[in-house]
């Protein structure tokens, strides 16, 4: 069976990109698509060991790093100068920029594992707020107008769906007006020495996210000023980097920016940290309030979104609800009064966060392929 993986594009490393690692573990000699990458970048070095085919975009001088949000147009081009004739199954790992319904033979089957339908097309938060300029609201009226319609469009080609939360499966329903299977994400850290937690004196709050808005880190640094406690941020700045310059203004000596760090880093200070603060409220599943359990760490989070399939109240963390500095605070207190009680158990919390394994992922994945697969005649 010959399959190709098609993603969005390749920039920084986060969640959806932990998918593609997994699928390209599942079919190692698989290439993949993608509309660009950006060499150096994260993402780029986890998979320049693999045959990466970019679109035409890729020789386009700052596309990859100025001119594809703007120019999200050209989405329909990028993946229409692909033909996957060729391939028997493509498996794609779509949510920005509509990496879906491509050109193929009439005997390949293609399935998307979808994070989201595009969230600008739809109403949803992004990452750069650009509406509040009437001269991009102008513009988004025209180009999204016909990049929803190509969107589902494009939706329609698509053989079988995957969405990786049932809060999606919900969104694709609505959206695509189509039904899906529903398979978690991976959530996959190196197996190193678990850390104990640190001293109260250095205790710390921690968020992992990209520095971009919608991601509710202008209510982390609020909240940790008002209250005084130590925050460490995980994550490098993206888009434009206006959200980073904003929140850095307002950050106190106690919120410590880390950037990007490695794996092995990064289960360190999840670790070590007394609880994990979740606070996108608009967050399709949330891969790293998990990874941040699987260490034995408890999670503060936003009530909804994809957080609500993951966060168990009052056993693996604490929800809070509205998104609100206010609300924020009293869930931390919450917080702190439980857990200076013990009522927070890591070995429990770890066994519910080892159900979002890798293992489990590549085993539903590799399952709903061959169920699909199985009496096609390639």
């Not at 009437?134 to 494009?154: G, I, K, M, S, T």
């Not at 991976?186 to 250095?202: A, R």
């Not at 203004?249 to 670790?271: C, H, I, K, P, T």
Request: with cysteine; proline share 5%; hydrophobic share 40%.
């Amino acid at each position: 069976m010959k399959v190709a993986l098609v993603h969005d594009y390749l920039n920084e490393f986060g969640g959806a990109e932990r998918v593609l690692l997994a699928l390209s573990e599942i079919w190692p000699k698989a290439p993949i698509y993608t509309a660009f990458y950006r060499e150096g970048s994260p993402a780029y070095e986890r998979f320049k060991d693999k045959k990466i085919i970019t679109s035409w975009v890729q020789k386009v001088p700052f596309f990859s790093t100025y001119l594809h949000s703007p120019l999200r147009f050209l989405a329909p081009l990028v993946w229409n100068s692909f033909d996957f004739s060729a391939f028997d199954v493509v498996v794609t790992s779509s949510s920005w920029y509509i990496t879906k319904g491509f050109k193929k033979g009439p005997k390949t089957i293609e399935i998307c594992y979808c994070h989201a339908p595009p969230r600008y097309l739809y109403g949803y938060p992004t990452s750069i707020e650009w509406q509040k300029y009437w001269p991009v609201r102008v513009y988004a009226l025209f180009v999204n107008h016909f990049l929803r319609v190509y969107d589902f469009e494009a939706a329609q080609r698509v053989d079988y769906f995957i969405a990786n939360s049932k809060n999606v499966q919900e969104r694709i329903k609505k959206f695509y007006r189509r039904d899906s299977g529903m398979i978690f994400p991976p959530v996959d850290l190196p197996k190193t020495k678990q850390l104990s937690k640190v001293k109260k004196g250095d205790a710390y709050f921690l968020t992992v996210s990209r520095i971009v808005g919608a991601k509710g880190l202008q209510l982390a640094v609020e909240v940790a000023n008002n209250l005084g406690f130590k925050l460490k941020v995980v994550g490098k700045p993206a888009g434009y980097g206006v959200e980073y310059q904003k929140i850095k203004r307002m950050a106190g000596e106690n919120v410590e920016f880390l950037g990007y760090v490695s794996d092995s880093e990064l289960v360190d200070l999840y670790a070590g940290a007394r609880a994990f603060l979740a606070l996108a409220t608009d967050e399709e599943f949330g891969i790293a309030p998990v990874e941040a359990m699987l260490c034995g760490t408890p999670v503060v989070a936003y009530d909804g979104g994809g957080y609500r399939e993951t966060v168990i109240q009052k056993k693996t963390g604490l929800f809070f609800d509205p998104p609100t500095a206010g609300s924020l605070t009293l869930a931390i207190n919450t917080f702190i009064d439980m857990e200076e009680k013990g009522q927070f158990d890591p070995a429990f919390i770890r066994r519910h966060a080892q159900k979002f394994s890798k293992e489990r992922f590549k085993r539903e994945i590799l399952k709903f392929v061959e169920s699909k697969t199985k009496n096609a005649k390639f």
